[in-house]
């Protein structure tokens, strides 16, 4: 069904709400208000939607590649396995808006606010969300690999068994985010706030942790084998069952966090504060020890064969 922007405009004043299969490709309708109409399979590819109110709109399975929908406002809207490649949703309202198995690669989200929204299963593989607000969203299974999440609000979030290879979350709020089985090798956390989160069994391979805080955090399982954690906080944490191979640790805080039963060989602890940390049955070979502090640190049948102790302060207050 092709129509002009006058056309639609004129049929929604006067009480028309079904508008499925529209055919509106690069229509110009900016600020305009079609609240609640059923826009299912449509096509609006290219079109401008800047600061359009579009709350509780029915896209489902439309096709919006390039649209422009800057400053727009969809709260409650329905845009499920829709096309929305290369789209624009800077600064636009989307609480609790349906983003599920859409395909949002290369879109830009930046600043906008997607409280609660379902993003589950989505492809947003190189999208933009830096400074987006996700609080308590939903991203389960969805591909976030390269995407620039930096500054995002994620606090109480669902990522488990999202892929974020290679994202940015630099300076990001993940507070009690839920990271279970989360893909997250080469990713950038550099002091972003992970307090309390969970990351069991996450993949963090080589990712960059400088500076972040994970106290109070559950990462039994994980495995952040050649990670930089260096000046990170993982105070109170629980890194039981986890393999921290070759991981940076130097100048970390891990006060009162249990690692027993955990693989640290030739990890670098250098200056870490392991103050009444648990260490016991952790297998530490050819870790870097040296000048951290290890008082009141549990170290039953911790394997420390070829360790590197000098100026370690051990757990009886002798220095090494």
Known sequence: MTMQSGELLERYAAGERDFRGAQLRGAFLSKVDVSGADFRGSDLSGAYLTEASLNGVDLRESN??????????????????????????????????????????????????????????????????????????????????????????LSYALLNDADLREADLSRAKLNRVCLSRAKLMNCFLKDADLQGANLTNAILTEAHLQGANFSNAVLNGVNASRANASDTDFSWANLSGANLTGIILNRANLRAASITWTTLRGADLSSAKLTRAKLSWSNLTGAILAKAVLIDVNLDETNLRNAELNGA????????
Request: aromatic share 4%; no cysteine; proline share 1%.
């Open 313 to 320: 302060i051990m757990p009886d207050g002798f220095v090494y």
């Open 64 to 153: 919006l590649s390039d649209t422009n929908f800057l400053g727009a406002s969809l709260i409650g809207a329905n845009l499920r396995e829709s096309n929305l490649k290369g789209a624009n949703f800077t600064q636009a309202i989307m609480i609790r808006v349906n983003l599920r198995e859409t395909k949002l690669s290369g879109a830009s989200l930046s600043k906008a606010n997607l409280t609660e929204a379902n993003l589950i299963d989505t492809n947003l593989s190189g999208a933009s969300l830096s400074g987006a607000n996700l609080t308590d969203a939903s991203l389960r299974a969805s591909n976030l690999s390269g995407a620039n999440l930096s500054g995002a609000n």
